[in-house]
């Protein structure tokens, strides 16, 4: 079943307030990481090229497509393939406009979708630099990460929409949690990083 992405309410993000730009962050890495890239606010020059090609191609799909993931989210996964810049990328669920921006941030990579399970033959002697996981059914989501998480690199970046949106998503981010070393809640997606050569830290990130 194909469903909107959850906005945050004022209570949550009250709550999260102090977490913006970096605060209580010392780890270096994990600072610049949520300040120049989760909340970066410089306007990239491919955002406004990008928007006209997706309303251009608006009228040719389903509501879906363009509001499956909000702007904010859209602009998120363009900044997180910019700074990995990985060679091989897989993304899960429906077809949506994020993967307009996915591509834009690194045009010379290996982009592979996984619909459903039979499809994660495709990815089964690659490695995997990036993995977005886009909200569909938890157990799916669940097998994809799992099929993946062997084929991951400690400089691989996992992320994942809709962490927040039930019950049962919150348990899979949780269990993703446990795999991940760096791991980055922005309420919206979660974020993760596998490079043991950092202390294990969960970072709640107002985004």
């Known amino acids: 079943m194909k469903r909107r992405h959850v906005k945050i309410t004022p209570l949550v993000w009250l709550r999260r307030f102090r977490k913006r730009r970096g605060y209580g962050v010392h780890s270096p890495y994990a600072f610049d990481y949520i300040t120049r890239v989760c909340n970066e606010t410089t306007p990239y020059y491919k955002y406004k090229e990008l928007k006209a090609e997706e309303k251009s191609l608006r009228p040719k799909m389903d509501k879906y497509w363009s509001t499956a993931e909000s702007s904010k989210v859209k602009r998120l996964l363009f900044r997180l393939v910019n700074r990995a810049q990985p060679l091989t990328l897989v993304e899960t669920g429906p077809d949506t406009a994020a993967t307009l921006y996915l591509k834009a941030a690194k045009e010379q990579m290996d ?13 089964a002697e690659l490695q995997v630099d ?50 991940g070393v760096l791991t980055f809640d ?14 294990k830290q969960n970072y709640i990130v107002n985004f």
């Open 186 to 199: 922005l309420y919206d997606v979660g974020i993760l990083h596998f490079d043991k050569t950092y202390f």
């Open 130 to 179: 990036f993995l977005y996981l886009r909200w569909q059914e938890e157990p799916l989501m669940e097998q994809v990460f799992q099929y993946c998480l062997e084929r991951l690199t400690p400089h691989s970046v996992v992320a994942v929409q809709g962490i927040h949106r039930d019950d049962a998503t919150k348990a899979l981010w949780e269990r993703m949690k446990d795999e």
């Open 111 to 123: 982009m592979h979708h996984i619909y459903q399970a039979e499809d994660l033959e495709e990815i």
